[in-house]
């Protein structure tokens, strides 16, 4: 097992969602298909101010292309630009408050993250989906209202996942000291990025959603895991 031998006890941990805490199957089978089949009728909510200004940034990204079509090309190819992960947010919200959307997270999730917080680390969310599709996912799950647990939800707003630029505008931002933070994800890309800009990293590999472990960072098949290789509790 590889030990956390002369790093820094992290002080923050900063979580993906998507293959890290939750299933990807959930967003892929579950979410998407529901956001897909409720847009058309959210695209005519013109007096929503959220809606105008996904349509407004989506023209302004695919000049001469109807909203709806772009919409679905970037549904299709799952691209990660705002005013989809906009839009998506704002179906998944009905879905949620309609009680037809749950989010079951992996079961070692929320005992990890409440032995995390009781120890005093500060958790936050990096996810492409937007703050408020995150809020969602945590505030609707098969264990309850788990937003309580974090303190920061940070989107696309502060650039792609894949950019370092974006992890050293998070840090910057929250105040926080890269070094002291660890990053969770089960993306190898996402992990070289934020360790460029000084944060910790580790891979959650789960082998529901076949992950394929990566071979320069450190690996966990769950958040417990993770908690034992960086000296961290673990939870029940």
């Given at each position: 097992?590889i030990?956390?031998?002369?790093?820094?006890?992290?002080?923050?941990?900063?979580?993906?969602?998507?293959g890290?805490?939750?299933?990807?199957a959930?967003?892929?089978?579950?979410?998407?298909?529901?956001?897909?089949?409720?847009?058309p009728?959210?695209?005519?909510?013109?007096d929503?101010?959220v809606?105008?200004?996904?349509?407004?940034?989506?023209?302004e990204?695919?000049p001469?292309v109807p909203?709806?079509?772009?919409?679905?090309?970037?549904?299709?190819?799952?691209?990660k630009?705002?005013?989809?992960k906009?839009?998506?947010?704002l179906?998944?919200?009905?879905?949620?408050?309609?009680?037809?959307l749950?989010a079951d997270?992996?079961?070692?999730?929320?005992p990890?993250?409440?032995?995390?917080?009781?120890?005093?680390?500060?958790?936050?969310?990096?996810s492409?989906g937007?703050?408020a599709?995150?809020?969602?996912?945590?505030?609707?799950?098969?264990q309850?209202?788990?937003?309580?647990?974090?303190?920061?939800f940070?989107?696309?707003?502060?650039g792609g996942?894949?950019?370092s630029?974006?992890?050293?505008?998070?840090?910057?931002?929250?105040?926080?000291?890269?070094?002291?933070?660890?990053?969770?994800?089960?993306?190898?890309?996402?992990?070289?990025?934020?360790?460029?800009a000084?944060?910790q990293?580790?891979?959650?590999?789960?082998p529901?959603?076949?992950?394929?472990p990566?071979?320069?960072?450190?690996v966990?098949a769950?958040?417990?895991?993770a908690?034992?290789?960086f000296?961290?509790?673990?939870?029940?």
């Amino acid at each position: 097992m590889i030990q956390n031998t002369g790093l820094t006890t992290p002080r923050v941990v900063l979580l993906d969602i998507e293959g890290t805490t939750l299933p990807v199957a959930f967003v892929h089978k579950v979410l998407f298909p529901y956001a897909r089949k409720h847009l058309p009728a959210l695209l005519a909510q013109h007096d929503n101010p959220v809606v105008a200004q996904a349509l407004a940034q989506t023209a302004e990204l695919a000049p001469g292309v109807p909203a709806a079509e772009q919409l679905e090309r970037w549904m299709d190819t799952d691209a990660k630009v705002a005013p989809l992960k906009s839009l998506q947010g704002l179906c998944w919200e009905q879905g949620y408050r309609e009680g037809e959307l749950v989010a079951d997270l992996y079961p070692d999730v929320v005992p990890t993250l409440k032995a995390w917080k009781a120890a005093g680390l500060t958790l936050a969310v990096y996810s492409s989906g937007s703050q408020a599709a995150q809020k969602l996912i945590y505030g609707y799950t098969e264990q309850g209202d788990v937003t309580p647990l974090f303190s920061a939800f940070f989107d696309l707003e502060m650039g792609g996942k894949r950019e370092s630029a974006s992890y050293s505008a998070i840090v910057r931002k929250a105040g926080w000291a890269p070094a002291d933070v660890l990053f969770l994800s089960d993306v190898v890309v996402e992990l070289e990025a934020a360790e460029q800009a000084g944060l910790q990293v580790c891979q959650i590999a789960r082998p529901e959603d076949k992950t394929v472990p990566g071979v320069r960072h450190r690996v966990a098949a769950s958040l417990q895991q993770a908690a034992s290789l960086f000296g961290l509790p673990q939870g029940a």
